[in-house]
């Protein structure tokens, strides 16, 4: 792309970051102003997003994306945009790879996904916010600094290929997969699952008992759970922990000992329990007890 400052240039700082994981580039900006003409390479990009506003430009039509309600793909007859101060990430789609792809999420020998003309792609489809879902694939990114290694082991290229075949064409994807049994049967078995949880919230639980208790592969949980709640397996067990550990400190009659919740509640130590509750919550779980004494 060839790009132009839309202030003036001693005022210009942008920052870029590229990923590779297994073949798949994955590119974040974060720049101010700019006019931006494409490249006639011939490849489709999927834009997000994250902050900001960018407008982009075909022959005919224009397009403004929206942070966290839309997308962008960008194919061949895009022929620029201009963006204010924007926190975007451009995923390069790979048209044979997506297409594989989409075709083995909808168990069919082959399937298509459009990506011949521009266009806005929305990001919220009935209840489900693909946004939330892309947020969370790329918080994994962060949890392992972007070590291009690592991700090529967790294999989050094929996570995010999958998002990018859901988000490209969501009504094929819901109606075939809503209406098949092995959804329903799916989802039955999801929700056992989640009931059996609750009720051993302070037992050690891996994704291998996760994969026994519920019938259900590692990958088939991971891929239900990011659907349903926008979380993996276990990320979900933390919050309910957490939620939990939260309702015991409002509740206690008595003081009680962080360090015993602590432990009740599968954390490795009071310091890691303290941190993520703060996370979860904005606050200490000494500050909770604090609150509820006054």
């Not at 291998?208 to 019938?215: A, I, N």
């Not at 759970?225 to 979900?236: A, H």
């Not at 067990?237 to 509740?251: S, V």
């Amino acid at each position: 792309m060839n790009i132009e400052p839309l202030i003036p240039r001693e005022d210009f700082i942008a920052t870029q970051a590229d990923l590779v994981i297994n073949g798949l580039k994955i590119n974040a900006y974060a720049n101010p102003p700019v006019r931006a003409e494409r490249i006639r390479d011939g490849g489709a990009s999927l834009w997000v997003l994250r902050s900001g506003a960018a407008e982009s430009y075909t022959a005919t039509s224009k397009f403004q994306s929206v942070p966290k309600i839309t997308a962008f793909l960008s194919a061949s007859d895009t022929s620029y945009f201009t963006t204010s101060y924007r926190n975007t990430v451009r995923i390069s789609l790979d048209e044979g790879r997506l297409n594989r792809t989409f075709s083995a999420m909808l168990g069919m020998e082959k399937t298509e996904v459009a990506l011949s003309n521009s266009r806005l792609v929305p990001l919220i489809h009935h209840d489900i916010s693909f946004y939330n879902v892309f947020e969370n694939i790329i918080g994994q990114i962060d949890s392992v600094n972007a070590d291009e290694s690592a991700l090529e082991v967790l294999r989050l290229d094929d996570a995010i290929l999958r998002w990018c075949a859901a988000v490209l064409n969501p009504d094929l994807f819901l109606a075939a997969d809503q209406n098949s049994g092995r959804f329903r049967q799916r989802r039955s078995k999801v929700a056992f699952l989640c009931e059996y949880l609750m009720m051993n919230l302070t037992q050690k639980i891996s994704l291998s008992d996760m994969e026994q208790t519920s019938g259900l592969s590692a990958r088939v949980l991971q891929y239900s759970f990011q659907r349903e709640f926008g979380l993996r397996p276990k990320e979900w067990l933390r919050k309910q922990r957490l939620q939990a550990a939260r309702a015991m400190l409002i509740d206690a009659n008595e003081a009680v000992k962080l360090s015993s919740i602590a432990h009740d509640f599968c954390f490795a130590s009071a310091s890691d329990f303290a941190r993520q509750y703060h996370q979860e919550f904005g606050e200490l779980p000494s500050e909770t007890v604090r609150k509820k004494r006054r």
